[in-house]
């Protein structure tokens, strides 16, 4: 059964301070993903990779990092964080290493997010 | 660009009937289509993807979806709707990058 965690699964910040969110799978898949989800917008990705050492830009971001310092663990950090970042975040694994046909992607039960 | 729209925001049926939940897409080219259901207070789950070959994709808990490629579509059908399926519906289009594109997504309420 493909896992992913997520960590901590509820997060309280102040404006302005640093906020780490953290995933970890078991599925040994390549890819993984960090997104956002919010009311009208459905899920929006943040920053993906590739595999370890790895991180690329998604549609959204501004305002994060990702940090992927091996195959199971793919982290999101917000430097400085903001009320708009007040959100549900989903990180997902996935490996398409046999084609599109195989792209499934694996997600977490979320983190929820609220900046003061 | 690729683009997925879920024109309805939110579905209302009743315990027992059918179910259509519509799903637009954007792409040139062959799509790779998903279909993903989000329980409350859970991540996402696959009910079903859609790649090239036959139009019409069986899922889980007997979900089907339906691809047209005239109609730039692939939407969700279910012949009898129960309340467990109370949830809210995501379609999603696959890049060549790998990566989802997700709609808005529909929630779906079921009368008794």
């Known amino acids: 059964e493909a896992a992913v965690t997520q960590s901590p699964r509820n997060k309280v910040a102040v404006t302005g301070g640093k906020v780490t969110l953290s995933c970890n799978q078991t599925?040994?898949?390549?890819?993984m993903y960090w997104y956002r989800q919010d009311t009208g917008h459905g899920l929006r990705l943040i920053h993906y990779?590739?595999?370890?050492?790895?991180?690329e830009k998604g549609d959204i971001p501004d305002g994060y990092k990702a940090s992927r310092p091996s195959q199971e663990n793919f982290s999101l950090i917000l430097e400085l964080a903001t009320p708009s970042q007040t959100s549900v975040y989903f990180c997902a694994s996935g490996d398409a290493t046999g084609g599109p046909l195989y792209a499934e992607q694996f997600f977490g039960p979320g983190t929820r997010l609220t900046v003061l | 660009a690729q683009s997925v729209t879920q024109p309805d925001a939110r579905v209302t049926v009743s315990e027992g009937a059918s179910l259509q939940l519509r799903c637009k897409y954007s792409?040139?080219?062959?799509?790779?289509l998903f279909w993903y259901v989000q329980y409350p207070r859970q991540g996402l789950q696959l009910l079903l993807k859609y790649y090239p070959g036959d139009p019409v994709v069986q899922g889980v808990n007997g979900f089907e979806a339906e691809f047209s490629k005239s109609n730039s579509s692939f939407h969700l059908r279910k012949a009898s709707v129960h309340w467990s399926d109370w949830a809210v519906y995501f379609c999603a289009s696959l890049s060549n990058y790998n990566v989802l594109y997700f709609g808005s997504g529909t929630k779906l309420t079921v009368e008794p």
């Open positions: 792409y040139f080219g062959t799509p790779y």
């Open positions: 990779s590739y595999g370890a050492g790895s991180t």
């Open positions: 599925n040994n898949h390549n890819n």
